[in-house]
């Protein structure tokens, strides 16, 4: 491109349509803070409940896990002890 290959001066716009213009921008920013804050206190909440949840989930956790481990021990302990049956 060169230099020598001029635009053209900007065209006005009516006050009407740049007015309309703003009015929308603006409208579409305090909808979306609007929207924003709204899913956010949802969010808020659904956090607080999955929190409760999982410590709940946690701790019957730890109560399979105890339970898995405690036969686990059991089991060995049977495989462990000799067998009553063994011919010498």
Do not use: C
Request: charged residues 30%; positive net charge; aromatic residues 6%.
């Amino acid at each position: 491109m060169s230099s020598s290959a001029a635009l053209p001066p900007p065209v006005n716009v009516a006050p009407l349509i740049r007015f309309g213009r703003w009015s929308l921008l603006t409208a579409g920013i305090l909808y979306g803070a609007y929207h924003h804050n709204r899913l956010s206190k949802k969010e808020a909440i659904n956090r607080k409940i999955e929190a409760e949840k999982k410590v709940i989930r946690d701790a019957q956790q730890a109560i399979e896990k105890k339970k898995r481990y405690e036969e686990e021990i059991r089991a060995l302990e049977e495989l462990s002890r000799p067998s009553k049956n063994v011919a010498a």
